[in-house]
Structures are given as C-alpha cells and as structure tokens.
C-alpha cells in the first residue's frame, strides 16, 4: 500500500559525499517510521538507519555509523534522506528503504514494504 522510490545512488571517492532520498507515496498515513538498510555483495543486509515518520525527530542509527550518516525527513514531500560524509570503500553497497510495520527498528522483519535500491559504489 505504499510505495517506496530510491535515488541518489552512484559512485563516488572515499572520503566524498552522497544524499539519497526516497519518495513515498500512497497510504503513507499509515506509517511508523521509515528506514534505510544496505547489503554489500556476499553480505547479509544490515541495518543503517531509521527515523519516526509523524515527527521526523526521533531518529536510530548503527553504532559503527553515528557521526558519518545523517537521516531526516522532508514532510513537504513525504521524503526520506540520508546524507551519507566521508565515505568508505566498505561503505560499498545496495542501499534500500523500507517502511517500518512495528517492532524493532533494526530488525529486518520490522519492515513490511521496501523500495528497489540504488547502488554506492565508494572507490579508493
């Protein structure tokens, strides 16, 4: 019932920067929290960041990417970004959106729908 678009993805130097936004649309109303995940090639898909939809302040990261990683939202638009600073080459990734249906906000399973991806690629 909502649909999730990526972009923003692309490649980029270590040390560089990327924004990526998601767009959602339809039953929007209905959400949570909307969050953000990355799966690397032979790695499992790991939890990145997520944020509260209706107030757009309560926001959850990873550990490893407090500091770097940035996500916020746009309510003009019903727009999610992710403002992603010095990136790494481990940073390398498949990076999806997903919208939040109860439960955990770092487990995969919390997220009912999920957006198509865009690739960063982070070059050394």
């Known amino acids: 019932q909502v649909q999730l678009v990526e972009s923003g993805g692309g490649l980029v130097q270590a040390g560089g920067s990327l924004r990526l936004s998601c767009a959602a649309s339809?039953?929007?109303?209905?959400?949570?929290?909307m969050g953000w995940f990355r799966q690397a090639p032979g790695k499992e898909r790991e939890f990145v960041a997520a944020?509260?939809?209706?107030?757009?302040?309560?926001?959850h990261y990873a550990d490893s990417l407090k500091g770097r990683f940035t996500i916020s939202r746009d309510g003009t638009k019903n727009t999610v970004n992710l403002q992603m600073n010095s990136l790494k080459a481990e940073d390398t990734a498949v990076y999806y959106c997903a919208a939040h249906s109860g439960g955990n906000y770092y487990r995969e399973a919390s997220y009912g729908n999920w957006g198509q991806g865009t690739q960063v690629t982070v070059s050394s």
């Open positions: 944020i509260d939809w209706w107030s757009g302040s309560g926001t």
């Open positions: 339809g039953r929007t109303f209905s959400l949570y929290a």
